[in-house]
């Protein structure tokens, strides 16, 4: 995790440093359209498994790259490499346990942008499939190796440079396959959490 953190650091304050070198134009020329962006993100939420009730809240978080293409004004395909810490927790007076869950999941995005591409505040939402693969699985036995389902978005991108964007995004995970054989119930995983993050156009 420290290394992770230190990486994702380091490509951050490399790319802020250029694009303050490249974006600082005195007097602004009009704003032309970046098509691609590329960043890094992180999130904090809950995590849970489908059809249990009254999970107790699970700690969920991500951290990754990110990447645009927006060949149109308001309509961009993004795609993610995230690693991401999900799972289940039960504590109440008949059972009581914490399952981890850590996966390395690869969504794919369809992002509507809304007002025009030289507005500094642009709302969006944004939706599609994800695919997750298991990084712990010696310590959860029965449990899939890879899990897929959709994401879904809502939030807004904020101009602070010429062409970096600061990120923020509520999303929804929901799972469609059933990630623990072991019984009878059909588990999914799920969860929902804040996202933040930093793009840099190109």
């Not at 504590?91 to 390395?104: D, Q, R």
Request: charged share 15%; hydrophobic share 40%.
């Amino acid at each position: 995790m420290k290394k992770l953190t230190l990486i994702l650091a380091f490509v951050t304050g490399s790319i802020v440093s250029f694009s303050q070198n490249n974006n600082s134009i005195i007097p602004p020329d009009p704003i032309e359209q970046s098509k691609f962006s590329f960043g890094v993100t992180g999130g904090f939420g809950h995590s849970f498994l489908m059809p249990y009730s009254k999970p107790a809240f699970m700690p969920s978080w991500n951290a990754g790259l990110s990447a645009i293409f927006s060949p149109f004004a308001h309509c961009g395909f993004g795609i993610d490499a995230l690693y991401s810490a999900e799972g289940v927790k039960f504590n109440n007076t008949e059972y009581s346990s914490v399952t981890e869950l850590n996966y390395v999941r690869v969504p794919v995005k369809v992002i509507y942008f809304f007002r025009e591409y030289d507005k500094d505040f642009r709302p969006k939402v944004a939706i599609g499939p994800t695919i997750g693969f298991l990084t712990n699985g010696s310590d959860n036995p029965g449990f899939n190796k890879t899990d897929f389902g959709a994401n879904a978005s809502l939030g807004f991108n904020y101009r602070l440079l010429r062409a970096v964007w600061l990120n923020m995004d509520a999303s929804y995970y929901q799972g469609f396959t059933d990630v623990y054989k072991g019984n009878t119930e059909n588990d999914l995983n799920g969860n929902a959490r804040l996202n933040v993050g930093l793009s840099f156009g190109f």
